[in-house]
């Protein structure tokens, strides 16, 4: 399989990357110096040329906060850039992959979200992410829409990479407690994003790792493995007065990806255990 991959240094990508080599997949990856997703012009050109069966798209703006002010750049990539891969993937006969977001939910559900519910984000990257939803829908026929949530991998930006941070030297920590979801480790999520193309079966599709949890409670249980002697304390969202608003809760629920790919995803405690085992 010939694979194109974007936004080839995120944590996401350097996953698929790894595991396609594996597999001996043949791949072609950009980062955004090699290839900008909002350069319509480019993105044509270099798909053209380039003949991919697969477009897996990691690029993506993800600073959450910073879209609030710096909107129009989180747009572009996020909605316009989408719709640029889109249309060249479906001018050469390529299947487009495309990651959003459980941020796209408001977070006020009782139950895990299904691929059935109805968006309505609560900030401006939730808005971005959606808006790429819908282009791609759009302007491909042929596309792997995969929704995921706390993506954690390699590298600094990850939410553990950063918890690990916060903690050293410190004999406290607060952490919210009232923000909800599935952590995804990069890793199993490349596995499963592989397996879903070669199935064949295309659309939207829920991927994460199982159960779910507070901040604060994956907080504790990385802390705990890493022997950390400090209190770790409940905080509340509003604490921090940062600019966007996070979903309180945004479970998704993996249905029907087990039934289309073959097996259920890990537990997000043992994707979080070979994650730190891996750090070591």
């Known amino acids: 399989m010939k694979i194109l991959i974007t936004g080839s240094k995120g944590q996401l990508a350097k996953e698929i990357l790894a595991q396609a080599e594996i597999r001996k997949d043949e791949v ?6 090699d290839l900008n997703i909002s350069d319509f012009k480019a993105v044509s050109l270099v798909v053209a040329e380039a ?4 477009i897996i798209n990691c690029a993506a703006y993800n600073d959450v906060d910073g879209a609030e002010s710096n909107w ?6 996020n909605g316009i850039g989408v719709k640029n891969l889109a249309i060249a993937s479906e001018n050469s006969g390529a299947v487009l992959v495309h990651f959003s977001t459980d941020y796209v939910f408001n977070g006020r559900s009782a139950r895990p979200y299904t691929i059935a519910d109805l968006p309505d984000p609560v900030s401006s990257y939730g808005q971005s992410k959606l808006m790429g939803e819908e282009l791609l829908a759009e302007h491909s026929k042929n596309y792997y829409l995969i929704r995921t949530s706390w993506v954690f991998g390699t590298g600094v930006n990850s939410f553990p990479s950063k918890l690990l941070g916060w903690a050293s030297g410190k004999k406290e920590l607060r952490i919210v407690d009232d923000q909800v979801a599935s952590p995804t480790y990069a890793a199993d999520l490349a596995e499963a994003t592989l397996k879903l193309i070669d199935t064949g079966s295309q659309g939207l599709y829920h991927v994460t790792n199982t159960g779910q949890c507070s901040r604060y409670e994956w907080a504790a249980y990385i802390l705990k493995i890493m022997g950390w002697d400090g209190v770790l304390k409940h905080a509340n969202s509003s604490e921090f007065q940062l600019p966007a608003e996070r979903p309180a809760y945004s479970v998704l629920d993996n249905f029907p990806l087990a039934r289309t790919i073959g097996a259920e995803m890990p537990p997000w405690k043992d994707a ?3 994650f730190l085992k891996a750090m070591e």
């Open 28 to 33: 072609l990856a950009y980062d955004r110096a």
């Open 51 to 54: 003949a991919p069966g697969v």
């Open 72 to 77: 129009e750049d989180a747009f572009v990539t």
């Open 272 to 274: 979080t255990d070979r």
